[in-house]
């Protein structure tokens, strides 16, 4: 079966933006859509300190992050369609068990 594929370009989203952290082990696409920015991506098992500038709300789309925010001693667990909120200029903890595919959207 051959499947074509065309480009089609929207005059509300903007140019994609590839992003890699911690050597490679989270990679991110980022895109602005109707002005909102978001990025989506997948972090590898592991151990993660994030910074933040603006708010931001991460959904989990497969797999599961475990995370502490800035001023919590707790950690919490989000699993595939659970959310969190992350303040703006702040930092959070994330413990990664196995791959996990997320969406990040900035919130101001």
Known sequence: MLVWLHKRTHRDVKMLKVNEYFDGNVKSIGFEQKGEKSTVGVMNAGDYLFNTAAPERMTVIKGALTIQLADEDEWHT?????????????????????PTAYL???LD
């Open 78 to 98: 989000y699993s595939q369609g659970e959310s969190f909120l992350v303040a703006g200029h702040s930092s959070f903890k994330l413990e990664v068990k196995t």
């Open 104 to 106: 990040c959207e900035f």
